[in-house]
């Protein structure tokens, strides 16, 4: 059972909440997916419950208490996995524990039920995050080090990070970073250039992701690499933020050359990897950044930068330059711009499906917890 406690919608279809159950499932489990509102599609061998829990609503907390208490009780799940620490199901996770200790023969007969908590998050704090935010993030997730079986963490940069935190349970970390969906299983191992000259980036419209960076980035280039494209795929969350890219892209000379799709639906986003030259996230912070395992599965060459612990990816053959930096970034558009395909961006064979992370994750519970 996972539990995510607020809303899913079409852009998550290959994220990480929906890709675990179906995962789950694939390996033997029944599976269900907890979400407030759902706007993806599941596979019909996975339960979908939808419940109405998004956290805007005064009351969600206490609600979101009781429901996973009720969940708890009618599914009896052997693995339950949370997301996030800020919700109440550590607490109800607390609870449950304390119940089981005060009656010993409460759990007599049943399975050994087993708590995860899946963060993601990479143990940066938010800019402008004041000191007592800072502590209580730091404070709930060493706590819930000692409540949960386990605490999965996507990088190992992250991984490294939560790992330093006084006081943590350390034995209870575990690195488990998100893998290919389902729909792009099995990765491609090459593919010929599809000579478009064209840069793809697939990333929601909004300032944390550095598009400006990539904009300025293809101006640079342009000099060497000539009649090159950048194509923009995603949900554009600030349009005041947008409206700055055009304008950028417009002053650089480059407003013929800079397109922003918005949002497509699946099937168009294979097509779209598979069209491109180059992939290309200058994200600026990133807790894992999906589409760059995306990208790999479908062959296309990686770009990306260290933000997001860019360096995991460096294995799979992509090419990582430091956050903000145009000029580096530029130099790599060129670079692969000029040569194509290379044989350091055919290791597909490397990447991992979520059923194997989903069997690591149930080997690793099965073989005990501190």
Same mark, same amino acid.
């Given at each position: 059972?996972?539990?995510?406690?607020?809303?899913l919608?079409v852009?998550?279809?290959?994220?990480a909440w929906?890709?675990?159950?179906?995962?789950?499932?694939?390996?033997?489990f029944?599976?269900?997916l907890?979400?407030g509102?759902?706007?993806v599609?599941?596979p019909?061998?996975?339960?979908?419950?939808e419940?109405?829990?998004?956290?805007?609503l @005064?009351g969600?907390?206490c609600?979101e208490?009781f429901?996973?208490i009720r969940s708890?009780? %009618? /599914?009896k $799940?052997?693995?339950a996995?949370?997301?996030?620490l800020r919700?109440l199901?550590p607490?109800t996770?607390?609870?449950s524990r304390?119940?089981e200790?005060?009656?010993p023969?409460?759990?007599r007969?049943r399975a050994?039920?087993?708590w995860?908590?899946k963060?993601?998050?990479?143990?940066i704090h938010e800019?402008?995050?004041?000191?007592?935010?800072?502590?209580?993030r730091?404070t709930?997730?060493v706590?819930?080090?000692?409540?949960y079986d386990?605490?999965?963490?996507?990088?190992?940069?992250?991984?490294?990070r939560v790992?330093?935190f006084?006081?943590i349970n350390?034995?209870r970390l575990?690195?488990?970073?998100?893998?290919?969906?389902?729909?792009?299983w099995?990765?491609i191992?090459?593919?010929?250039?599809p000579?478009?000259?064209?840069?793809?980036?697939?990333?929601?419209v909004? @300032?944390?992701?550095g598009l400006?960076v990539?904009?300025?980035a293809?101006?640079?280039a342009? %000099? /060497?690499? $000539?009649g090159?494209?950048?194509?923009v795929?995603?949900?554009i969350?600030?349009?005041?933020y947008?409206?700055?890219?055009?304008d950028?892209?417009?002053?650089l000379?480059?407003?013929?050359?800079v397109?922003?799709a918005?949002?497509?639906?699946?099937?168009?986003?294979?097509?779209?990897?598979d069209?491109?030259?180059?992939?290309?996230?200058p994200t600026?912070?990133?807790?894992f950044g999906?589409a760059?395992i995306?990208?790999?599965?479908?062959?296309?060459?990686?770009i990306t930068?260290?933000?997001?612990?860019?360096?995991?990816?460096e294995?799979?053959?992509a090419?990582?330059v430091?956050?903000g930096?145009?000029?580096a970034?530029?130099?790599a558009?060129?670079r692969i711009?000029?040569?194509?395909?290379t044989?350091?961006?055919?290791?597909a064979s490397?990447l991992?499906?979520?059923?194997?992370?989903?069997?690591?994750?149930?080997s690793r519970?099965?073989?005990?917890t501190?």
């Amino acid at each position: 059972m996972y539990c995510r406690l607020t809303a899913l919608g079409v852009s998550n279809s290959m994220s990480a909440w929906t890709q675990y159950p179906v995962a789950f499932n694939r390996i033997g489990f029944r599976a269900k997916l907890i979400v407030g509102r759902a706007g993806v599609e599941l596979p019909a061998t996975v339960a979908l419950e939808e419940n109405g829990i998004t956290g805007q609503l @005064r009351g969600d907390i206490c609600r979101e208490f009781f429901d996973v208490i009720r969940s708890m009780n %009618s /599914d009896k $799940p052997t693995i339950a996995v949370a997301n996030g620490l800020r919700t109440l199901f550590p607490i109800t996770v607390l609870c449950s524990r304390i119940f089981e200790r005060l009656r010993p023969n409460f759990r007599r007969g049943r399975a050994r039920q087993y708590w995860v908590l899946k963060l993601d998050w990479d143990g940066i704090h938010e800019p402008g995050a004041g000191f007592w935010s800072r502590l209580v993030r730091t404070t709930v997730l060493v706590a819930a080090s000692y409540v949960y079986d386990l605490v999965t963490i996507e990088t190992s940069c992250g991984f490294g990070r939560v790992s330093r935190f006084p006081l943590i349970n350390r034995p209870r970390l575990f690195l488990l970073a998100n893998a290919v969906p389902y729909q792009l299983w099995p990765p491609i191992e090459r593919r010929e250039s599809p000579n478009s000259r064209t840069i793809l980036s697939v990333a929601r419209v909004s @300032r944390e992701k550095g598009l400006e960076v990539l904009v300025r980035a293809l101006a640079k280039a342009s %000099s /060497d690499i $000539p009649g090159w494209r950048l194509r923009v795929v995603g949900e554009i969350q600030d349009r005041e933020y947008l409206k700055e890219l055009r304008d950028l892209a417009q002053s650089l000379g480059l407003e013929r050359s800079v397109e922003f799709a918005g949002h497509v639906a699946l099937p168009q986003l294979v097509d779209e990897y598979d069209r491109a030259d180059i992939f290309c996230l200058p994200t600026l912070r990133e807790s894992f950044g999906n589409a760059r395992i995306e990208a790999l599965a479908r062959a296309t060459p990686v770009i990306t930068t260290d933000a997001g612990c860019g360096i995991d990816f460096e294995r799979y053959g992509a090419v990582v330059v430091p956050a903000g930096d145009s000029t580096a970034l530029a130099n790599a558009i060129v670079r692969i711009g000029k040569v194509g395909q290379t044989s350091g961006m055919t290791r597909a064979s490397m990447l991992r499906s979520y059923e194997d992370q989903a069997r690591e994750l149930v080997s690793r519970l099965e073989s005990g917890t501190k």
